[in-house]
């Protein structure tokens, strides 16, 4: 047997929703409470399947972890072990966060090669070649990352993409080495913000958070502390784009606005009112959508994650839209499904061009990662008929409560337990 989200077509959704804390953040946040010794304490956490899957990944290195509701308590050991090469690994890309703290701390790591949402190549080589640069000697082994160091030391270091990955690992391996270290072309994400200020709180001297250079004064130890996780932009975006496809009116609380500037200018441009308010917005559209052209690229600019839903957003608009993905080459998977349901798209290496159509047809589709998920239950309420969306376990891993928020915005949308004919 397998779940799968049965989506009715043609909800308007209206309403409010709540935002909780963010998947990009709370993953790293568990990972650096590996740096200190004693119970760090994480609230407002979302309770996705990715959070149990990293909870197991902590305690195969020793770490006491529980987890209640939206707060993560985690107790990292005097001792504690230094080889994350186990199968729970597998299960998610972020685990490879752990290797930066380990080489930090302990001085040594071997963590086995991360799995996750397949949506292109993702290497190591920027990780890898920070924490040489660091001091420490890395190589890829038997489908692990080895890294093993006398001793880390500051240095400079020049990031040849603004890898968000290779930033955090490399932060965190530098707040417990020797000297400054100033890393340049750093990613900005505010979930890197969120890293630096529970670091900050941890005892370590970092400054620059928030822009392309981060320097890192080393200290000889951190200490636990309480973070609350910054709200989840990304989901935030997502119901932005579900307003704004479905011709509706939703309020969505629990997440910085400034967070979202682009998407939601972007939003403006398709003709949608949107307003903002202290923990959130509103989006507002009448009618339908007019067509925007859109361009992936690291923050501030419009995130990789979303492209989904500019892709479906696009299939329903008025006009013409060009999609460029800069980030991620096998994103455009997501678009096979689209045509699927009717949608008028041909892709050219990494762009797009879509001709909106006034209402997709209903049909079975397949999610390959989190985002292209939810973007295809966004399409379905676009759609006319019932369409099936299967593989939703990749939703639950970014998306807490989907079928019940969208629901609660007035969609028609069930989750079903029943064997997939393809």
């Known amino acids: 047997?397998?779940?799968?989200?049965?989506?009715?077509?043609?909800?308007?959704?209206?309403?409010?929703?709540?935002?909780?804390?963010?998947?990009?953040?709370?993953?790293?946040?568990?990972?650096?409470?590996?740096?200190?010794?004693?119970?760090?304490?994480?609230?407002?956490?979302?309770?996705?399947?990715?959070?149990?899957?990293?909870?197991?990944?902590?305690?195969?290195?020793?770490?006491?972890?529980?987890?209640?509701?939206?707060?993560?308590?985690?107790?990292?050991?005097?001792?504690?072990?230094?080889?994350?090469?186990?199968?729970?690994?597998?299960?998610?890309?972020?685990?490879?966060?752990?290797?930066?703290?380990?080489?930090?701390?302990?001085?040594?790591?071997?963590?086995?090669?991360?799995?996750?949402?397949?949506?292109?190549?993702?290497?190591?080589?920027?990780?890898?070649?920070?924490?040489?640069?660091?001091?420490?000697?890395?190589?890829?082994?038997?489908?692990?990352?080895?890294?093993?160091?006398?001793?880390?030391?500051?240095?400079?270091?020049?990031?040849?993409?603004?890898?968000?990955?290779?930033?955090?690992?490399?932060?965190?391996?530098?707040?417990?080495?020797?000297?400054?270290?100033?890393?340049?072309?750093?990613?900005?994400?505010p979930e890197i913000v969120d890293v630096c200020t529970m670091l900050q709180q941890m005892g370590a001297k970092i400054e620059g958070a928030g822009t392309s250079t981060l320097t890192v004064h080393g200290v000889d130890s951190l200490r636990p502390t309480e973070h609350r996780v910054i709200g989840d932009r990304i989901v935030g975006a997502t119901w932005a784009m579900a307003a704004a496809m479905t011709r509706g009116d939703v309020r969505v609380h629990g997440v910085d606005p400034h967070h979202l500037d682009l998407v939601l200018e972007k939003l403006r441009t398709a003709g949608a009112e949107v307003s903002l308010f202290q923990d959130g917005f509103r989006v507002v559209m009448a009618g339908r959508p007019h067509s925007v052209d859109f361009v992936t690229l690291p923050y501030p600019g419009f995130a990789t994650d979303?492209?989904?839903?500019?892709?479906?957003?696009?299939?329903?608009?008025?006009?013409?839209?060009?999609?460029?993905?800069?980030?991620?080459?096998?994103?455009?998977?997501?678009?096979?499904?689209?045509?699927?349901?009717?949608?008028?798209?041909?892709?050219?290496?990494?762009?797009?061009?879509?001709?909106?159509?006034?209402?997709?047809?209903?049909?079975?589709?397949?999610?390959s990662d989190i985002r292209a998920g939810a973007g295809l239950v966004l399409a379905g309420l676009c759609a006319d008929g019932v369409t099936e969306v299967w593989d939703v376990f990749h939703i639950d891993r970014g998306y807490p409560c989907f079928v019940e928020n969208l629901r609660k915005l007035g969609a028609d949308v069930e989750r079903v337990s029943a064997p997939p004919e393809r």
């Open 306 to 367: 979303l492209q989904p839903f500019a892709v479906a957003l696009a299939a329903v608009s008025d006009g013409v839209s060009m999609i460029t993905e800069n980030v991620f080459e096998a994103r455009f998977r997501f678009i096979e499904e689209m045509v699927r349901l009717g949608a008028d798209a041909r892709t050219d290496g990494h762009h797009a061009v879509i001709r909106g159509v006034d209402r997709l047809s209903s049909a079975p589709v397949w999610a």
């Open 1 to 189: 047997m397998s779940e799968h989200f049965r989506v009715h077509g043609g909800a308007r959704l209206v309403g409010e929703v709540d935002v909780v804390g963010a998947k990009n953040s709370v993953l790293k946040l568990m990972a650096a409470a590996l740096l200190a010794e004693g119970t760090t304490r994480l609230t407002n956490c979302p309770e996705i399947l990715d959070v149990p899957l990293m909870a197991d990944v902590l305690r195969g290195l020793g770490c006491t972890v529980d987890i209640d509701r939206d707060v993560v308590t985690i107790t990292t050991p005097t001792e504690l072990s230094h080889r994350a090469d186990f199968a729970s690994m597998g299960k998610l890309r972020a685990s490879v966060c752990v290797l930066g703290p380990l080489v930090g701390r302990l001085r040594k790591a071997v963590v086995a090669l991360p799995g996750g949402d397949a949506i292109g190549s993702r290497p190591l080589d920027m990780h890898q070649n920070g924490l040489r640069l660091l001091g420490a000697h890395s190589e890829i082994e038997h489908g692990c990352v080895v890294a093993e160091a006398e001793g880390l030391h500051g240095a400079q270091i020049w990031l040849d993409f603004p890898s968000v990955g290779a930033t955090e690992n490399i932060l965190m391996a530098a707040v417990l080495a020797d000297g400054t270290t100033v890393i340049d072309n750093a990613a900005r994400e």
